[in-house]
């Protein structure tokens, strides 16, 4: 079965201090990526989305940055991190072969405080 | 990529069936209608999925009219812990790509 982790669960950070958060895949193979981001009570916002290596689309300018080193990993990154960066990050997955009805499969999760 | 509009937030009582009504009107030939549910500091996680009429599962019921402009989720019997957040979200069938959530449907439930 396909399971998503991703870590670090949660992350206190200062203002201007760089950031990566990691996500990784298991059971698939070349699936779509997604990251979004939730602010408090907040929607979910998408930052960044993959449809294979190397392949990143940005929905946000911002100064974040995304990578996809490899099929089924896909790393959210930060040289300074802003205030407003502050919110919870979700990594999401979702089948692209045969069957894809648009169902995304979300990981755990990763609180992001900037101080 | 057709755009979702939901109420923003609806009480209920526990037992009561709540129905939650999204308008996609520009929703396209071979697109599939999903629904999420988020309880806070997780992910969203599927409920339910439909592409016309009427589908039903063991926690909820999807209805979705000929002209596929809405669709409304239908909770039968809500208790506490169906308070959550609520999010339909219209995707194309098997082509990957973006997938925009809409700012969802906060339910309370109380006792």
Known sequence: SQTIHQWPATLVQPVGSPLS???TVEGTSNPNLYWYRQAAGRGLQLLFYSVGIGQISSEVPQNLSASRPQDRQFILSSK???????????????????????????GEGSRLTVL | LAKTTQPISMDSYEGQEVNITCSHNNIATNDYITWYQQFPSQGPRFIIQGYKTKVTNEVASL????????????????SLSDTAVYYCLVAVYNQGGKLIFGQGTELSVKP
């Open chain 1, 21 to 23: 958060l990691e996500c």
């Open chain 1, 80 to 106: 300074k991190l802003l205030l407003s960066d502050s919110g919870f990050y979700l990594c999401a997955w979702r089948i692209t072969s045969g069957g894809d009805t648009g169902e995304l499969f979300f």
């Open chain 2, 63 to 78: 209805f979705i009219p000929a002209d596929r402009k809405s669709s409304t989720l239908s909770l039968p019997r809500v």
